[in-house]
């Protein structure tokens, strides 16, 4: 019992302890930590429930990490291991928290390439290599961030980049749904309107636009899917769209997520996009401002570019809602994420004020055969 309790407290999912008992407090952590690790959630610590929360204690650095045959190391360690090297641009496959074969080859590969000895365990030494380039190498390898800084430097035009659109929702899931009133919208309807506006804007500026889904699919893509669309098609950036839904009508605004994790791991490529997403539509449309936010979701962590989902707004808010239904304003939203895409390939000491990109002119300049440099 006092063991349980000492790991939910590492976990921060309890206070330290005063009694000893299985507490009310106890039981609704447990629940926590269940929900949390998709388990079955009955509030009790059967064997398969602390066999996780026995994996949850190991922090990564803890101990040395390797490929252990035939019983596999496993635990939270491993997972934010694997997440860090999928950061990295790694192929880990999924971050399971088991330190398999394919989790060996990626360290090996990674060890190979910042020079330390390829022999796919993770000790100290390679420790310190993913802590002093994790933060910063982030949305491709070390050579592929060299690649991406040549293209930068071939300057700032947009023609030519791919630029992959995801419509969230859609098919069976209709995502926030309106029903009253005469103004019936739900998100998948409403997010596919905005993807297919800024296609058309991103298309005039010489980008290449590909959207995962069409505006009546049969089925709803799964966010793994998307990720790997984008992944199959070399997409430079990748943006989400999706609108927001709460109980309370009094919520609105607008958010930006990009990828990372509790552990302070951040795509470094995907904050900034967010931040210029986010950034630019406050400036341009008013919504209130709900910030940027870091999120290991799926959508975000297997993608392997700059990649932001944003949440244009509450359906649920009548304020909102009534401006989302105006197409002007929804082009307004098109054109402020145009100038953030634009932006995102600017060199960031010639960056340009909020707000202050002319989208028309973007166009302007493809019609005119130029390429900007
Ligand atoms: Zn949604």
Redesign the pocket.
Known sequence: MTEIRTVLTGLELLPPAIGDEFDVATERAVRAFQQSRGLSVDGRVGAETWRALDAARWRLGARTLYHAVPEPLTGEDVRSLQERLLEMGYDVGHADAIYGVRTARAVAQFQREVGLKPDGSCGPHTMGALRRLGRKVVGGRPQWLRESDAIRQSGPTLVGRTVVIDP??GGTDP??VVPDGPLRWC?ADL?HDLASRLEGRLAAAGVRVQLTRGPTPATCLPDTDRAQLANSLGADVFISL???GHANPEADGVATYHYGTDNGVTSATGERLAGLVQREIVARTGLRDCRTHAKAWDLLRLTRMPAVRV?VGYLTSPRDRNRLVDPRFRDKVVEAIVAAVQRMFFPIERDVPTGSIDVSELRKVVAAGAVMD
């Open positions: 969230g929702h995502g926030v998100e997010v999706h609108t927001d949440e």
